[in-house]
């Protein structure tokens, strides 16, 4: 059965950095695009990441640019989003997704969606 699954997510003070991790199984991810979301509460999903399958290239949200990576690590079949310079308005629910379909560069994935893992940042 193919699913996602987050960790790494945490509290960490402004100014700090966490990794997330989103593992692929059941599913190879060298052929789908993928990308990381956030939810924070009482706020619309929004994309903050993406890797395009076709030519690896990544893209960033305005928001997170600068600050944020993407990465993916095909031998371990997972993905990574290193998060540094944190603000308290980057703390929200954090999910990865995976789809064979999506226009390159956009954010509108339908396919696999891990459950998520949250980030607090906040002194």
């Known amino acids: 059965q193919a699913q996602l699954v987050e960790s790494g997510g945490g509290w960490v003070q402004p100014g700090g950095s966490l990794r997330l991790s989103c593992v692929a199984s059941?599913?190879?991810?060298?052929?789908?695009?993928i990308a990381w979301f956030r939810q924070a509460p009482g706020k619309e999903r929004e994309g903050v990441s993406g890797?395009?399958?076709?030519?690896?290239?990544?893209y960033y949200s305005d928001s997170v640019k600068g600050r944020f990576t993407i990465s993916r690590d095909s031998a371990k079949n997972t993905i990574y989003l290193q998060m540094d310079s944190l603000k308290p308005e980057d703390t929200a629910h954090y999910y990865c997704?995976?789809?064979?379909?999506?226009?390159?560069?956009?954010?509108?994935?339908?396919?696999?969606w891990g459950q998520g893992t949250p980030v607090t940042v906040s002194s």
């Open positions: 997704a995976a789809d064979r379909t999506v226009v390159p560069g956009t954010w509108r994935f339908l396919g696999y």
């Open positions: 890797i395009v399958a076709r030519d690896g290239r990544t």
């Open positions: 059941g599913f190879t991810l060298d052929y789908y695009s």
